[in-house]
Every structure is written in structure tokens, then in C-alpha cells.
């Protein structure tokens, strides 16, 4: 027995300096790759030495002889701090990531093989002006340079995760920054899935209702449509949906998470400073990375600092010491789905305008990890590339005998919009800014400005042009063989909508219906947002002049105006009525709710109940109301429309209608609604937040979900590269945390500003910026996770292009020496 007893704890022993050696390991291997920032290289392609000083929050302060060594020094940090997020982003635009993941991206790297975004870019390098093409060399070299560095020093494969997903890391081209670009545009886009759900949902209810499921924002509508099954007799209701399962690495995000933004300037009549604010803060999908990371180029025109993206030469939002510029979503009606008739007695005919024609073809070989290649045979008709009936529900929408064109301004193979962001990065003031985004080809962007002494507001990008006779004005899609379907062109720079000089002193923009013009100088008719815009004019309207600090409690502000007017509808039957209730019952629980929301004031705080009875009350509210009508359809609305709520409450165009349940005897009211949805959704809450109501957190469930998009879902690995945080603010706060909308957790804070920054130019560098993780993508870095916690708390790091700052507390300064200096 003792002999056995001495093995048990020879092996017990045996395994555990085993398990603890391999640890060791492990991380041997993968700290190899944290970069020293405190070093000296010898490299080619810079004409003198460069410095990359990074100061006490991991900012890189990149200085040079000329503008290329400045880029090329934004290449090798891009590359030293996040060199697997770049390779991810370039797989993914050209349809590589089955080379690593196998068949479980296969479906994602078909969509970017058919719309093709990676050939579109590289036939638009050439297009780019002589010190954009400078530029992006430039940087290539500056990537390919630290690839070397990885590559001779052993500096563990350039990044952790490559240990687990080995492959070979081809050397930057212009071409791949072009395409980050264009991939961008596709997820800040959402009219393709506006189009096909607006199309599916026409084929069930009445126009009428269609109207109050998908509304059109306020302001003057558009005349009414026949529906799509007038347009498109052939079509079958009811089909299954295709969606594709949601998987982090798909860059096309669902309708409810498209791009998003806010941004406002004033000018210095509503400044106390005596010159210009500007404020702006870019949604996107929140990862750990983020998309961001901050810079500042000393350019020869002077220096500039802001966001970046890593794998793209530009700073995207940011300030100079003159100018100022913010980004926002336009909303701009992009995409256009064409119905394609194919001949039935050749399959590799489609009808155009003049009868049948050859689809242009092209074979495309996607590898795939542990699985046989796949063939896919790639199609073009001059409306655009054939995306296949079982993506994004458009077998749903399509006639028998047709196949799906998709038309986009992002395929241009002529694009500019680098050379539009290079230049507006040297441009010193509004005019010369709005000139720059002249070249901007897409995504739409509204582009704040704001330089000394002048405020203005710029939609940047093309615009399509359709037919006043158009079948659908774009809404549905439509038969691409008719010539009034089909677009006209672009629209002219100077017809997109601007504001200069606005006599109120203070432009702005919350992705908001910004312009009321009659189709087809619309811009587009699904904006994407009706909330926030209230809440922000009242904010800026408040005050006769701004600082910089009222525009960062603005951009912080987390009052829900659309929980103050829903709640006056939902409760209007139900707040202070009822018998005395016991402690425990149903009935005392919604009391006790009611009594809560009766009292608070909309404020989506992180440790108050309030915006957790509310958000789970409204959304039980909306399923219960659309369940019958849309069935299997209603899964497709995951977020509120407060509009669509508010329609019903008023009975506008007798939309109350929506609270009779079709398939019950009695006729419900809007109140007998509203009190069911409320107990539905305490007994959501009792189930997954605790029973005691008074005591439950909004922030546990609208917690920030900074996940890894590979290694975020791995047991260990996610618990080291995911980052979790309590956050304040909701779908409809200028504070925007964009709930999942789906799961079992679907207030999770998914979609947020991972910028934020305000600029004061009567003291530029008293201005001040964040980003939502850190600027390392290294999970082991100090600076992975640097500036989450700040960037929860609402607070912000000096944004200073003064050099003496930037080396004052540096943590470590980077000199690139040019490898002809050292002979």
C-alpha cells in the first residue's frame, strides 16, 4: 500500500512540474513577440532616422524627415503593436480565413470572394494621387520591415495567436490598405438587408402596416408603394430564412448593428473659449483589439493626431493644430438589389437591355483547413456581382428563374477615397477639408469640421443616382433588365448635403434624417437614428455657449429620451392602480416596478434597476405586438423601434391595431399588452438577475463585450483575451452601448463608441481623446487593456501634439536608422 501510495505521489508530482513547465513554455513562446519599444534598428527605406516616441499611454508620437518616413514609421508600430488584427483584417477581405479556421468561415469567405473588394482595391492604387501612392509604399515598407524583424529575430512569429493558427504572412501591399478601407465600407453598410427585409415583410401584412413595422423616419415621407408582390408577382411569401449563424468574424454585421456614430461642433459665437469645439465619437462592433489605435504623424505640413485603423496609412478622426474632423455614418442608400432574369435555355445568359448577354465569369478556388478546396464559380452582370439565393435571405425574395445582383459604390475599381483622407489630413481649414472629400468614393460619411474659427458639416462619398420613375425608389429590389431601375450615374460633389457656417453657431450629427428632399435627390430614406438627436438639441440648446467639457458630458450623457416618452404610454393604464398585493406575488413585483419607474428620470445608469425593467418591459412589449402578425419573421426585429411603439400608442393611421392578437377571441387593448409584457418580462429578470428587483444592475446585464474574435469563445484563453465591463447608456442614449438584440443575453453592450474625442481650439492641446481597450493587440502586454477601464469611467487621455509631453514620461522611444548612416 505505501509503495502505491509513493507512485501516486511520484506521478501526482511528475504531472504537476509538467503541467507547470508547459505553462512556462507557453508563455515563453508567446511573450517573444511583446515588442521593446526602447530600441534601435538599422533598417532601408527611410531617407533619416525616425523616431517613434510612445508616450505614457502607449501613443505612438512618429517623427521623420520627410512625410514617407513619417508613414513608414506608422507601418512598423501598426505592425509592432498589432500585427494579427492587420493580417485578419487583409484574410478577411480577400476571402482567406477558411486557409486557417476551415469550414466554419467558409460561407464569410464566399461573400467577400463574390463581392470581390480585394481585386477592387488593387486596381485602385493606381488611381491615387503621386504623395497618396508615396504614402502607402511608404507604409508597406514600414509593415514588411518589422515582418523582418519577426522573421530574423525569432520574436515569436510576430503575435501570440499565430502559435495556434500557423500560416505564412505575405508582405504588405498599397493595395491591402485600400481594401481595409473598402471593408470597412461593408460593415457601415445596412441597405442590402433593409431592401430584402422590407420585401418579406411586404409579402405578409398590408401596406399600412408595413409602414408601421418599418417606419419612415419623421419629416415628409414618401408617397405610398405598391407592395413587393405587385412589383414582383412570381415571388413566394414565407420562405425560410438563410441566414447565415453569427459567427465574430463576419464582417457583414447584422441590420440592427450596422455603423453608427455622433458628432457636433460649435463655432466661437456658442464657445466660452473664444474659438471652435468638436466633438465626435465612431460606433462599431466592440472587440478586444479595438479597431482603433491611437497616433500622431508629424507630417512636414505639421503634425496631426488621432485614430487609426490599424493597416491603413491615415488618421481618420482627428485634429491638426488648425483643423479639426469628426466622422459619422451618412445612411446613404448605397446598395441596390437587382433582380436578374436568367435564360432558361442558357444558364450563363441573363436579360439586359437589349436581350440576353453573357454574364462576365470568373472560377475562384477558396482552400480550406482539413477539407477539400472548393470551386466557386464567380458572376457579374453590369449591375453588379450574382450573390447566391442562400445569403442574406435573398432566395427569400427572389422569383423562380432570377438571380440576386447587388450594386454598391464601395466596387468601385477607381476609388479615392485615400487620396480624399490623405488630403484631408493636410488640409488647415473647412474649405480646403470639404475640397478633400471631393475624392472620398465610400463609405458615405457625414464629415464634421471645425477649424479656428469656422463650424461646417460635409456628406462625403457617392450617392447614387436613380430613375424618378424607379419601381421601388430602391426600397424593394427590383428587375435589373428595366432601364428605369437601373442607376444614373453618381450625383454631383455639390449636391450632397452641407452646412457651412450655420446661423445657430453648432452643427451635429447623430446618424439622424439630416436633409428632406423628394426621391431621387433623397440620400436615402433609413436613417439610423430618431432618439438621440432630441436628446442632443436639447443638450446643445441648453446653453448659450459650450466648453469642452459640456461636450464631453454630452457625449457622455446616458438619459434615454425614448424610456421617458415610451414609458408615459406603456404605464399610462397601469401606474398607481391595482389592489394592495402581498410581498412575493406577482402583482406586488410589478408594483413595486412601477413604483421605480415612476420615479426615475430616464438616466440608463449602469447601477440603477430602472433601465433594466424598462428595456426588458419595451422589448417584451414589441415581440408580443408583432409575434402573430410577422411570425417566424419577428425574429428579424431584435432591437426596439421607438417610432414603430410610439405609432402604435397613438393610433397613427390606426396602428393600435397591432395590439389585437389575431389568433385570440377577445379583442386585446394596448394596455392589457403592456401589462402582460410587463409580467413576462419580471419573470425574465427574476430568472436571470435575482428576484429581488430593487437590488438588480442595469451594467450586469448592458456589460461591454470586448471579446477576441478568434480565441474570445476558447475555456482559458477567453477568460485571458476577453475584456468584460459594467457599462452605463442603451440603444438610444448619446452615450450609445448598442445592445445584442438576440441570446440569452441580449442587453450585452456590443456596438459602442471605441473613440471617443472632443477638441477645443482655443487650446488645442487641452484637448483630449480615448480608445475602448489598449493600444497593444498582445494579451500580454500592459497596454492590451491600458485604457478600458478609463474608457468606461468616461475618461479621456491629454491629446497633445506638443513633442515635449510626448518624451516627458515616455515608455520607451524607437529610433529607426537608416542602414546607409551606419557605413
Known amino acids: 500500500m505505501f509503495t502505491l501510495f509513493r507512485w501516486a505521489v511520484r506521478l501526482t508530482t511528475t504531472l504537476i512540474v509538467l503541467m507547470v513547465a508547459g505553462v512556462v513554455l507557453a508563455w515563453y513562446f508567446a511573450t517573444r513577440s511583446l ?89 485602385s492604387v493606381v488611381a491615387q494621387d503621386a504623395s497618396t501612392l508615396a504614402a502607402l509604399t511608404a507604409y508597406a515598407d514600414g509593415v514588411n520591415t518589422w515582418l523582418d524583424e519577426v522573421n530574423k529575430g525569432a520574436l515569436g512569429r510576430g503575435a501570440p495567436e ?23 465600407a461593408l460593415q457601415l453598410t445596412s441597405s442590402l438587408e433593409n431592401e430584402v427585409l422590407r420585401a418579406r415583410v411586404s409579402l405578409i401584412v398590408s401596406p399600412a402596416r408595413l409602414s408601421d413595422v418599418l417606419p419612415d423616419d419623421p419629416g415628409s415621407g414618401v408617397a405610398a408603394l405598391p407592395s413587393y408582390a405587385a412589383l414582383v408577382p412570381d415571388v413566394v411569401p414565407n420562405q425560410p430564412s438563410t441566414r447565415m449563424a453569427y459567427d465574430p468574424l463576419m464582417p ?60 491603413v496609412p491615415l488618421i481618420l478622426t482627428g485634429r491638426s493644430a488648425n483643423l479639426g474632423w469628426g466622422l459619422t455614418t451618412a445612411n446613404v442608400d448605397d446598395q441596390d438589389v437587382f433582380l436578374e432574369e436568367v435564360n432558361p435555355n442558357n444558364s450563363e445568359e441573363y436579360r439586359g437591355l ?115 420613375n424607379h419601381q421601388s425608389q430602391g426600397r424593394y429590389p427590383s428587375f435589373g433588365y428595366l432601364p428605369e431601375n ?24 447623430t446618424n439622424n434624417k439630416m436633409i428632406d428632399r423628394p426621391f431621387p435627390r433623397h440620400v436615402s430614406f433609413d436613417w439610423g437614428d430618431t432618439q438621440r438627436v432630441i436628446r442632443w438639441r436639447r ?39 391595482g389592489d394592495a398585493a402581498p410581498d412575493g406575488t406577482p402583482e406586488r413585483r410589478r408594483q413595486i416596478a412601477l413604483e421605480l419607474l415612476a420615479a426615475w428620470n430616464g438616466e440608463m445608469n449602469e447601477h440603477l434597476p430602472e433601465p433594466l425593467i424598462y428595456a426588458a418591459w419595451a422589448r417584451a412589449f414589441q415581440a408580443r405586438v408583432i409575434r402573430d ?30 395590439c389585437d392578437v389575431i389568433q385570440s377571441a377577445p379583442v386585446e387593448t394596448c394596455a ?85 474625442a472632443v477638441y477645443d481650439f482655443a487650446d488645442p492641446d487641452s484637448s483630449v481623446f480615448i480608445s475602448s481597450t489598449g493600444q497593444s493587440g498582445h494579451p500580454f502586454s500592459r497596454y492590451y487593456d491600458n485604457l478600458g477601464e478609463m474608457w468606461r469611467r468616461g475618461e479621456y487621455i491629454p491629446m497633445s501634439l506638443d513633442p515635449d509631453l510626448a518624451r516627458a514620461a515616455a515608455v520607451g522611444v524607437t529610433t529607426l536608422v537608416p542602414v546607409e548612416s551606419s557605413e
Open 35 to 123: 515588442p521593446d519599444y526602447d530600441a534601435t534598428a538599422q533598417v532601408a527605406g527611410i531617407s533619416a532616422p525616425v523616431e517613434i516616441v510612445r508616450d505614457n499611454a502607449n501613443v505612438p508620437h512618429i517623427f521623420g524627415a520627410t512625410d514617407e518616413d513619417v508613414f513608414f514609421g506608422l507601418g512598423y508600430a501598426h505592425a509592432q503593436d498589432r500585427l494579427w488584427q492587420m493580417t485578419m483584417l487583409r484574410r478577411t477581405v480577400q476571402g482567406r480565413l477558411s486557409e486557417l479556421y476551415g469550414a466554419r468561415t467558409f460561407d464569410i469567405d464566399q461573400v467577400l470572394r463574390r463581392y470581390d473588394l480585394y481585386n477592387a482595391a488593387t486596381a
Open 162 to 184: 499565430m502559435w495556434l493558427f500557423n500560416h505564412p504572412i505575405a508582405r504588405w501591399q498599397p493595395a491591402d490598405s485600400i481594401a481595409i478601407l473598402k471593408l470597412m
Open 252 to 311: 457583414v454585421p447584422p441590420r440592427a448593428l450596422a455603423g453608427a456614430s455622433n458628432a457636433w461642433a460649435a463655432n466661437a459665437t456658442r464657445s466660452a473659449t473664444g474659438s471652435t469645439l468638436l466633438a465626435n465619437d465612431p460606433h462599431l462592433g466592440l472587440t478586444a483589439p479595438s479597431i482603433w489605435f491611437l497616433a500622431r504623424l508629424e507630417l512636414e505640413g505639421g503634425g496631426v493626431i488621432g485614430g487609426t485603423i490599424p493597416g
Open 354 to 468: 437589349d436581350g440576353w448577354q453573357s454574364f462576365v465569369s470568373r472560377d475562384s478556388i477558396i482552400t480550406i483547413k482539413d477539407a477539400p478546396s472548393v470551386t466557386i464559380r464567380l458572376r457579374w452582370t453590369e449591375n453588379g456581382p450574382v450573390i447566391p439565393d442562400d445569403l442574406f435571405d435573398l432566395g427569400t425574395i427572389t422569383p423562380p428563374g432570377h438571380v440576386t445582383a447587388i450594386g454598391w459604390t464601395a466596387l468601385s475599381q477607381t476609388d479615392t477615397s485615400m487620396s480624399a483622407a490623405m488630403a484631408l489630413m493636410r488640409a488647415r481649414n473647412v474649405d480646403q477639408a470639404i475640397a478633400a472629400g471631393e475624392l472620398h468614393v465610400a463609405p458615405a460619411q457625414n464629415l464634421t469640421l471645425a477649424d479656428r474659427n469656422r463650424v461646417a458639416m460635409q456628406t462625403i462619398g457617392a450617392i447614387p443616382m436613380r430613375d424618378a
Open 486 to 509: 437601373r442607376w444614373q450615374g453618381v450625383s454631383a460633389y455639390v449636391d450632397n448635403p452641407r452646412f457651412v457656417d450655420p446661423d445657430g453657431g453648432i452643427v451635429g450629427n
Open 539 to 577: 443638450l446643445m440648446q441648453a446653453r448659450e455657449v459650450h466648453t469642452r467639457d459640456s461636450f464631453i458630458e454630452a457625449q457622455l450623457d446616458s438619459v434615454s429620451f425614448t424610456a421617458r416618452t415610451l414609458l408615459t404610454f406603456m404605464g399610462a393604464d397601469l401606474w398607481f392602480t
Open 629 to 658: 402578425e410577422l411570425g417566424p419573421l419577428a425574429a428579424e426585429f431584435t432591437h426596439l423601434d421607438p417610432v414603430f411603439l410610439e405609432r402604435i400608442f397613438r393610433d397613427v393611421d390606426g396602428a393600435s391595431i397591432w
Open 672 to 756: 392589457d399588452i403592456a401589462r402582460q409584457a410587463l409580467d413576462e418580462a419580471l419573470i425574465w429578470i427574476a430568472e436571470n438577475h435575482g428576484t429581488a428587483i430593487e437590488a438588480v444592475r442595469w451594467g450586469d446585464a448592458h456589460e461591454a463585450t470586448h471579446d477576441h474574435p478568434v480565441l474570445g469563445a476558447t475555456p482559458i484563453l477567453g477568460w485571458i483575451v476577453n475584456i468584460r465591463q459594467s457599462t452605463s447608456g442603451g440603444d438610444n442614449t448619446l452615450m450609445r452601448g448598442r445592445t445584442r438584440g438576440t441570446g440569452p443575453a441580449p442587453f450585452q453592450n456590443v456596438h459602442a463608441a471605441g473613440y471617443r
